[in-house]
């Protein structure tokens, strides 16, 4: 019986079942990393420097002698990382910022919103890359940047579902028992706001992944010799015409989890939002 | 409300807006990092130095007064002076906006056309191959890393088919046409300059591809979903009731409708290109502002970054006002609404 539904599930989803077996598979590399890698990430091997995918180098190795293959693997680490941190921060403070925002209403609602409008008039790499410099340029900051630059999305989100729950019989009955504001917007707001921002956390893991690894690219993320992706690429970038491999292969796995998230959130918000349903 | 005081209503959103975003940049310039006068002055400054500068901007000051200083030097074109450069910030990105311009607009006309084109086979076309196939280049699409796609098709186009220039906006060997618009196309077609016209568009088109190629998807995507939805009104079913042949009820009825929701997304489209134009100028040794910003990174040259931010937020913003209020012209159902 669960095998019939499953098989079914595939046959009538199978991008999302191709992305969530992205997701485990790059989660699984990631949690296993030191298991898995071959050579240790940032062992140098002067001699070995710049050789093409080999025997000994599955995937070639940079200017410094050292594995691709082993410093892509170790780099789904920071990847996953990035993408969850910045999701999970955005999230958090986003729904805070707009159950607040949309239960007080007044003037609270209207500087929280318009705060957030004025944010939104920049381009999110644009203002991601202004902060991330003003914070100082290292992996910990551009998350947190991106992060920042990511919570009016949440904000408007649940702002727009607190208007509609606060009208909610249960929630005027808490109010006529007395209860305190902290605890309705606690322990009734919120909760009733958490699978929307579920939806929009994971649709959004992969963009959080893109724009993480954009800052790395341009100096302001994970500075070397961090094995991450974006960084990796930025510096193969001066051995592009020569050594092609270097700059390839950590783009093709930022892409591979991207495609992965991107699936996944997609089948997500098409199983839980009946406006997408087939 | 009519137009006139819908232009109106539209300039003073504007004003308050601007005065957000330089809200923010002053935010971010000089209350996040610990100490702003190091910031704008750069790492290797001396203490003498430093000193002078928190006295020069006035950090001993109150926050409030700090932004109104702020304020009033932007007014007066001040963004400050770059650090790498010694030239004043402004001067630096005005030198550099018409190729940002060019670029964008290159990559905006690829993606809208195409991707309008792709967005009106699939609704048209609904759950065909055409239509998954379009789905998925469109899920492709925001999946890639541009910076990533760009050095891909310098490697396939430029360096192993040798079809395509790799860098910069003219042939080394060319000279640049008569500085009219500094647009380089539009510069040599004026002029009448056809060698250096062909070479623009040459080297344009790699970098205006690449840039435009992650937005279409995301257009072909909306132009499905307004198409489909304008198909299902009552006035295209009374249109083929009435036996008028499909293709002029998709092209003339159902198109036109459409399109609008589109306008909006095609302003909201540019802030994505400002955006992308910093990894793609970059890749392709560009030389428009994006290029400078993260030339200016390696150095830390702050004001050039603030500076930078600024002046693509108010592009921005202007472009979607623009847009705002092309809509009514575009849809007259708006004019009675607002």
């Given at each position: 019986m669960e095998l019939k539904y499953y098989r079914y599930f595939a046959k009538q989803y199978p991008l999302t079942v191709v992305g969530t077996l992205i997701i485990l598979i790059i989660g699984l590399v990631a949690l296993v990393a030191p298991l898995i890698s071959p050579h240790d990430p940032l062992q140098l091997h002067l001699a070995d420097r710049l050789l093409p995918p080999g025997h000994t180098y599955l995937l070639g190795t940079d200017e410094m002698g050292r594995d691709l293959f082993s410093r892509i693997i170790y780099g789904a680490r920071l990847s996953l990382a990035a993408g969850v941190g910045i999701v999970s921060i955005a999230g958090i403070f986003g729904t805070v910022l707009g159950s607040v925002s949309g239960f007080l209403g007044g003037k609270t609602d209207l500087i929280i919103m318009r705060l957030m409008d004025i944010m939104l008039a920049f381009p999110s790499l644009v203002l991601a890359l202004a902060l991330s410099a003003a914070l100082g340029p290292n992996f910990r900051n551009s998350i947190l940047a991106v992060a920042v630059v990511k919570i009016p999305v949440y904000v408007r989100l649940v702002r727009g579902q607190t208007l509609s729950v606060k009208e909610k019989h249960f929630v005027k009955a808490a109010q006529t028992f007395g209860a305190s504001k902290v605890w309705i917007i606690s322990r009734h707001i919120i909760p009733n706001c958490l699978a929307p921002v579920m939806v929009q956390a994971t649709l959004g893991i992969g963009e959080a992944i893109l724009i993480a690894a954009a800052l790395s690219f341009i100096g302001l993320g994970a500075q070397p010799p961090a094995a991450e992706w974006g960084a990796m690429v930025s510096v193969g970038r001066t051995y592009l015409l020569d050594q092609w491999w270097y700059a390839t292969f950590p783009g093709i796995a930022i892409f591979i989890t991207v495609v992965g998230f991107n699936l996944f959130g997609d089948g997500v918000r098409d199983l839980l939002d009946p406006r997408f349903r087939h | 409300m009519n137009t006139s005081k819908f232009v109106a209503k539209r300039l003073g959103q504007l004003v308050l807006v601007l005065l957000g975003v330089t809200l923010v940049t002053f935010l971010v310039s000089h209350v996040v990092p610990g100490d702003p006068a190091r910031m704008l002055i750069g790492q290797r400054a001396d203490e003498q130095t430093l000193a002078a500068m928190r006295q020069a901007l006035g950090l001993d000051k109150p926050v409030w007064i700090q932004y109104l200083n702020y304020l009033w030097g932007l007014i007066h074109g001040d963004l400050g002076t770059s650090i790498r450069t010694q030239r004043p910030v402004l001067n630096e990105l005005l030198s550099f906006f018409p190729a940002t311009v060019e670029l964008t607009l290159f990559a905006m006309g690829f993606a809208v056309s195409i991707g309008i084109l792709l967005g009106l086979l699939s609704a048209t076309f609904r759950d065909t191959l055409t239509d998954h196939a379009t789905r998925i280049l469109a899920i492709l699409g925001v999946s890639t890393p541009l910076f990533w796609l760009g050095l891909m098709a310098l490697l396939l186009f430029?360096?192993?088919?040798?079809?395509?220039?790799?860098?910069?906006?003219?042939?080394?060997l060319i000279n640049p046409p008569t500085h009219i618009t500094g647009l380089y196309v539009v510069d040599s077609l004026i002029s009448g300059d056809w060698i250096a016209l062909k070479s623009s568009i040459l080297h344009l088109v790699l970098p205006s591809l690449c840039l435009g190629y992650i937005q279409l998807a995301t257009i072909a995507r909306l132009v499905r979903a307004s198409m489909i939805e304008v198909l299902e009104l009552d006035y295209i079913k009374t249109a083929s009731a009435n036996g008028i042949p499909r293709s002029r009820i998709i092209y003339r009825h159902a198109l036109r409708n459409a399109l609008i929701p589109t306008v909006t997304i095609i302003g909201l489209t540019f802030g994505e290109l400002l955006g992308g134009a910093i990894l793609t100028e970059t890749i392709f040794a560009w030389p428009g502002m994006g290029k400078f910003v993260v030339d200016s990174i390696s150095f830390l040259d702050f004001p050039a970054i603030m500076g930078f931010t600024l002046v693509v937020a108010t592009v921005y913003v202007l472009i979607n006002m623009v847009v705002d209020l092309l809509y009514p012209l575009l849809d007259p159902q708006i004019k009675g609404v607002h």
């Amino acid at each position: 019986m669960e095998l019939k539904y499953y098989r079914y599930f595939a046959k009538q989803y199978p991008l999302t079942v191709v992305g969530t077996l992205i997701i485990l598979i790059i989660g699984l590399v990631a949690l296993v990393a030191p298991l898995i890698s071959p050579h240790d990430p940032l062992q140098l091997h002067l001699a070995d420097r710049l050789l093409p995918p080999g025997h000994t180098y599955l995937l070639g190795t940079d200017e410094m002698g050292r594995d691709l293959f082993s410093r892509i693997i170790y780099g789904a680490r920071l990847s996953l990382a990035a993408g969850v941190g910045i999701v999970s921060i955005a999230g958090i403070f986003g729904t805070v910022l707009g159950s607040v925002s949309g239960f007080l209403g007044g003037k609270t609602d209207l500087i929280i919103m318009r705060l957030m409008d004025i944010m939104l008039a920049f381009p999110s790499l644009v203002l991601a890359l202004a902060l991330s410099a003003a914070l100082g340029p290292n992996f910990r900051n551009s998350i947190l940047a991106v992060a920042v630059v990511k919570i009016p999305v949440y904000v408007r989100l649940v702002r727009g579902q607190t208007l509609s729950v606060k009208e909610k019989h249960f929630v005027k009955a808490a109010q006529t028992f007395g209860a305190s504001k902290v605890w309705i917007i606690s322990r009734h707001i919120i909760p009733n706001c958490l699978a929307p921002v579920m939806v929009q956390a994971t649709l959004g893991i992969g963009e959080a992944i893109l724009i993480a690894a954009a800052l790395s690219f341009i100096g302001l993320g994970a500075q070397p010799p961090a094995a991450e992706w974006g960084a990796m690429v930025s510096v193969g970038r001066t051995y592009l015409l020569d050594q092609w491999w270097y700059a390839t292969f950590p783009g093709i796995a930022i892409f591979i989890t991207v495609v992965g998230f991107n699936l996944f959130g997609d089948g997500v918000r098409d199983l839980l939002d009946p406006r997408f349903r087939h | 409300m009519n137009t006139s005081k819908f232009v109106a209503k539209r300039l003073g959103q504007l004003v308050l807006v601007l005065l957000g975003v330089t809200l923010v940049t002053f935010l971010v310039s000089h209350v996040v990092p610990g100490d702003p006068a190091r910031m704008l002055i750069g790492q290797r400054a001396d203490e003498q130095t430093l000193a002078a500068m928190r006295q020069a901007l006035g950090l001993d000051k109150p926050v409030w007064i700090q932004y109104l200083n702020y304020l009033w030097g932007l007014i007066h074109g001040d963004l400050g002076t770059s650090i790498r450069t010694q030239r004043p910030v402004l001067n630096e990105l005005l030198s550099f906006f018409p190729a940002t311009v060019e670029l964008t607009l290159f990559a905006m006309g690829f993606a809208v056309s195409i991707g309008i084109l792709l967005g009106l086979l699939s609704a048209t076309f609904r759950d065909t191959l055409t239509d998954h196939a379009t789905r998925i280049l469109a899920i492709l699409g925001v999946s890639t890393p541009l910076f990533w796609l760009g050095l891909m098709a310098l490697l396939l186009f430029y360096k192993y088919l040798g079809w395509l220039p790799g860098s910069g906006r003219l042939d080394p060997l060319i000279n640049p046409p008569t500085h009219i618009t500094g647009l380089y196309v539009v510069d040599s077609l004026i002029s009448g300059d056809w060698i250096a016209l062909k070479s623009s568009i040459l080297h344009l088109v790699l970098p205006s591809l690449c840039l435009g190629y992650i937005q279409l998807a995301t257009i072909a995507r909306l132009v499905r979903a307004s198409m489909i939805e304008v198909l299902e009104l009552d006035y295209i079913k009374t249109a083929s009731a009435n036996g008028i042949p499909r293709s002029r009820i998709i092209y003339r009825h159902a198109l036109r409708n459409a399109l609008i929701p589109t306008v909006t997304i095609i302003g909201l489209t540019f802030g994505e290109l400002l955006g992308g134009a910093i990894l793609t100028e970059t890749i392709f040794a560009w030389p428009g502002m994006g290029k400078f910003v993260v030339d200016s990174i390696s150095f830390l040259d702050f004001p050039a970054i603030m500076g930078f931010t600024l002046v693509v937020a108010t592009v921005y913003v202007l472009i979607n006002m623009v847009v705002d209020l092309l809509y009514p012209l575009l849809d007259p159902q708006i004019k009675g609404v607002h």
